[in-house]
């Protein structure tokens, strides 16, 4: 007979600490496909990849122009990953610098550079790709105090000394941005209100709170030295992992692209890896390890609402799924005879909220 581990109180304990909220869970996109999605591209004579510079100036009726465009929100790493596979391809794109994220600015209180970035920085310009800014410096102004023409100038100084081309800028998002109804395009009098998004309505200040209003710096573009801003570029379809947590990728299909048309797919590196292990292990430090066998769980707690269970392994592949009432007693009978790195998770609705909470299982 098989040994039979009963676990329920580390799932007791997953489902109330865990604050994975559902989108950290969906943002798992592959390289495999990304290298998939590039060689298929690339089969097809018609198309171009250019990078948002390129884009700028680059108009051919005859062809199909692809753009990528790489948000570095927070992993320097992984876009090196993902710029050593473009160039690999032979395809250039266009990676944004976000001088407010850690592996820039590191511990450094007035988000100036650190040293250490630079060599990385230099690596993706030597694959052939673009540099460009990712523009956070009105969370700067509204959050932090700084100023931000100030700020951009010096930053953009060092990274220019040092050799790094920087023609263009691309805003960045925040949870700071919805708190405070802002964008960081906002900025630039080039743009004017042709950006104007009706869910950030404050255009022009921002009232922290009665008495604290933040008069939102504005500026050309040519001041910076910049040649445009990412989202004012001219494209015809626009492809994005973030907001919808979609696959970009998914969404495109590449045999019914038309001549003429000028595409821009956004890619955060910190979303895409070759091994969904990777991920998992980043996303759950805490993971639990069981022995191969017969899986058992139990829930020590009363389900209130109805609740659905979910195994997957790191492909996606669902290998156990089951819906549970109130009340019901949930167990799990799941035979795990291979060896590896599995994936469970619940969907419940808490407070009329759905909450997707989970943990990785390593079997070994
Ligand atoms: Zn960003």
């Known amino acids: 007979m098989r040994y039979q581990q009963l676990i329920f109180l580390f799932l007791f304990f997953m489902i109330k600490s865990s604050a994975l909220s559902q989108n950290d869970v969906n943002y798992e996109f592959s390289l495999n496909e990304y290298a998939d999605f590039l060689r298929k591209a690339l089969s097809n004579p018609l198309i171009v990849f250019v990078t948002q510079r390129q884009l700028m100036t680059y108009h051919d009726s005859t062809k199909i122009v692809i753009s990528i465009r790489h948000d570095i929100d927070a992993d320097m790493d992984n876009a090196l990953r993902m710029a050593r596979l473009e160039h690999n391809f032979g395809v250039h794109a266009t990676y944004y610098v976000l001088s407010t994220a850690g592996y820039y600015c590191g511990e450094h209180k007035d988000f100036s550079h650190q040293q250490s970035v630079l060599s990385k920085i230099k690596q993706l310009q030597a694959l052939g790709h673009e540099v460009g800014w990712h523009n956070n410096v009105l969370t700067l102004q509204v959050v932090y105090g700084i100023d931000p023409l100030a700020y951009m100038h010096r930053e953009l100084a060092w990274l220019r000394s040092n050799g790094i081309k920087i023609d263009g800028t691309a805003a960045h998002g925040s949870r700071w941005c919805s708190k405070y109804g802002y964008l960081n395009y906002y900025m630039w009098k080039d743009c004017g209100r042709r950006l104007y998004n009706k869910n950030y309505p404050n255009f022009d200040y921002v009232v922290k709170s009665p008495g604290d209003t933040v008069w939102l710096a504005k500026a050309w573009l040519k001041d910076f030295g910049f040649k445009y801003e990412a989202y004012c570029l001219d494209y015809n379809k626009y492809y994005s992992d973030c907001c919808k947590y979609y696959d970009p990728l998914k969404k495109i299909d590449l ?40 899986f058992h769980c139990e829930f020590n707690f009363k389900v209130t609402s109805r609740i659905q269970l979910f195994i997957t392994d790191l492909n996606g592949r669902l290998l156990f799924c089951k819906i549970y009432s109130p009340a019901e007693n949930i167990a799990v009978p799941f035979n795990f005879e291979q060896r590896g790195i599995y994936y469970v998770y619940v969907e419940t609705v808490v407070n009329g909220k759905m909450l997707k909470t989970g943990n990785c299982l390593l079997v070994y």
Do not use: E, Y
């Open 255 to 294: 045999d019914k692209l038309k001549p003429g048309d000028r595409i821009t797919i956004l890619m955060h590196p910190c979303h895409w890896h070759w091994d969904r292990a990777m991920r998992l292990v980043k996303l759950f430090p805490n993971p639990i390890s069981l022995t191969r066998g017969l």
